[in-house]
């Protein structure tokens, strides 16, 4: 499989990692389009088709391989179907680029961006999306899975189309073991004694790479979460500290997972080459797993608390197609439509079959999510296809609100420095962890504030962006640059 898939990190080989350089750019944003919608003036909900030759520009098309062969393929059906339209393309900005917020401010975003439904969320409560509820029937939205629809929906607005969906799971070494544990004592007992038989790590698990993008999936097996209902963290709840205390053990009690691991391509490169028994990792590297240890390779469900009765449930994302407003990329009504029409082809139920077969990518449409799941014959599409089908009835929704950009970055710095230097006081750290997330929410809803002094001080970004989506701005840059 490629690389690229969804979960909010994944432009390469899994998460990227946040920084508050990141956060900052993406407030500011929220902050400077919010202050401009007070004057706002609405766009046409009616775009045109084009009479005259069109461009419309998109970045983004997958990794290379299949994602890049799909794409090329929709690429060159549209144009064939739409010959008064011409598509360009820039395959080499991933998602969760900083190189759209320059863009946007200069009113030369891309019409069409492919990226993880987290951060296109950000984007859309800056007022750089466009709200597509305004522009396609309701009906057509029912197509989508639940979980898909969910994760590119803020405020009951949907801001992009879903092509794909997945997170992580526990990937094994059959050459190690024989049957994959169900619950996570069973995982840890294996473990230990593949480690004391095999002299290898029963599993590579480095706490702080990956941003804490694998570790929210055991929040919910401790029965903890990181965020409330009103979308403020509680990480430092005992739910929490006992899921970290679990994961820290791994390591300094339990010996199964080797101290020191701070890039994911060690991890990878330590279960590529017969290091460990165990991974957590999404299927966007299956195919490299696969060249290096072919039917050795098997992935499962990441096993459930068999303490707590509750299972863990990774972050499960989309990587999907947004358009940009017309403030950010100055588009027309007819590269609007355009945009639109290309958009539904590229998530259509051919490119999604397609992409499944030559990438792995697992579906958001319903009906190709439902021919895959009752196909007697899927593994010899994807031999590996009922373990993700397994993991994916235990999962939680990606969180596209504000917030969740500060969960990243800080718990680099908190819970991986609790890594990294074996001190094992995770109590205190998860404390220091919610406090800086809480500082970094303040921060930011008192710059909102200062900016606008017409609105409460307990007015949260949130609910200031609902503002905006009532109506869009036709911006000119100059009003909205920094």
């Known amino acids: 499989m490629d690389?690229?898939?969804?979960?909010?990190?994944?432009?390469?080989?899994?998460?990227?990692?946040?920084?508050?350089?990141?956060?900052?750019?993406?407030?500011?944003?929220?902050?400077?389009?919010?202050?401009?919608?007070?004057?706002?003036?609405?766009?046409?909900?009616h775009p045109s088709s084009p009479t005259n030759k069109v461009v419309i520009t998109i970045w983004g098309s997958g990794s290379p391989g299949g994602e890049q062969e799909v794409f090329n393929q929709t690429v060159a059906a549209f144009e064939k179907a739409y010959p008064n339209v011409t598509v360009e393309d820039d395959p080499a900005v991933g998602v969760a680029s900083t190189t759209f917020v320059s863009a946007a401010h200069a009113g030369k975003a891309?019409?069409?961006?492919?990226?993880?439904?987290?951060?296109?969320?950000?984007?859309?409560?800056?007022?750089?999306?466009?709200?597509?509820?305004?522009?396609?029937?309701?009906s057509y939205f029912q197509n989508f899975t639940a979980g898909t629809l969910a994760d590119w929906t803020l405020n009951g607005a949907v801001y992009g189309l879903p092509i794909n969906t997945n997170g992580v799971g526990l990937y094994y070494n059959k050459k190690f073991v024989k049957t994959p544990p169900t619950t996570l004592y069973q995982l840890v007992q294996e473990a230990?004694?593949?480690?004391?038989?095999?002299?290898?790590?029963?599993?590579?698990?480095?706490?702080?790479?990956?941003?804490?993008?694998?570790?929210?999936?055991?929040?919910?097996?401790?029965?903890?979460?990181?965020?409330?209902?009103?979308?403020?963290?509680?990480?430092?709840?005992?739910?929490?500290?006992?899921?970290?205390?679990?994961?820290?053990?791994?390591?300094?009690?339990?010996?199964?997972s080797p101290p020191g691991l701070t890039t994911m391509t060690e991890q990878e490169d330590m279960f590529m080459d017969n290091e460990s028994a165990f991974m957590i990792d999404g299927p966007w590297d299956q195919?490299?797993?696969?060249?290096?240890?072919?039917?050795?390779?098997?992935?499962?469900?990441?096993?459930?608390?068999?303490?707590?009765?509750?299972?863990?449930?990774?972050?499960?994302?989309?990587i999907g197609y947004f358009i940009s407003s017309p403030q950010a990329s100055g588009a027309s009504s007819a590269q609007i439509w355009a945009s639109l029409k290309f958009i539904e082809m590229a998530v259509n139920a051919t490119n999604q079959w397609n992409l499944f077969v030559k990438a792995g990518d697992f579906p958001s449409l319903k009906s190709v999510a439902n021919e895959i799941y009752t196909n007697s014959s899927i593994t010899s599409i994807d031999p590996l296809a009922p373990g993700w089908i397994s993991q994916e009835q235990h999962t939680q929704i990606q969180p596209n609100f504000v917030n969740m950009n500060y969960y990243w970055p800080n718990f680099a710095t908190y819970v991986g420095n609790l890594y990294d230097n074996g001190t094992n006081n995770v109590s205190s750290v998860m404390n220091a962890f919610e406090k800086a997330v809480l500082t970094d929410i303040q921060q930011a809803s008192s710059s909102v504030a200062m900016l606008m002094p017409s609105v409460h001080l307990s007015t949260t970004i949130q609910e200031i962006s609902s503002v905006q989506n009532v109506k869009q701005s036709t911006l000119t840059s100059d009003s909205w640059k920094m």
């Open 110 to 138: 891309p019409d069409i961006y492919r990226d993880t439904s987290d951060n296109a969320g950000v984007l859309f409560a800056g007022g750089l999306v466009l709200n597509l509820s305004k522009y396609l029937p309701a």
């Open 287 to 318: 195919s490299m797993y696969m060249a290096a240890l072919g039917n050795d390779l098997g992935v499962t469900a990441i096993p459930y608390n068999n303490q707590t009765g509750d299972w863990p449930e990774p972050i499960w994302g989309s």
């Open 3 to 45: 690389s690229s898939k969804g979960g909010p990190r994944g432009p390469t080989t899994g998460p990227p990692a946040r920084s508050n350089r990141n956060v900052i750019i993406a407030v500011v944003v929220v902050i400077i389009v919010v202050v401009a919608a007070v004057a706002a003036i609405e766009l046409t909900r």
């Open 192 to 256: 230990e004694q593949i480690n004391a038989t095999y002299h290898v790590w029963g599993l590579v698990y480095g706490l702080g790479s990956d941003s804490g993008y694998r570790s929210a999936a055991f929040f919910p097996a401790f029965g903890g979460s990181i965020f409330n209902s009103q979308e403020m963290p509680v990480l430092n709840s005992s739910q929490d500290i006992a899921a970290i205390g679990f994961l820290y053990n791994l390591t300094y009690k339990y010996h199964i």
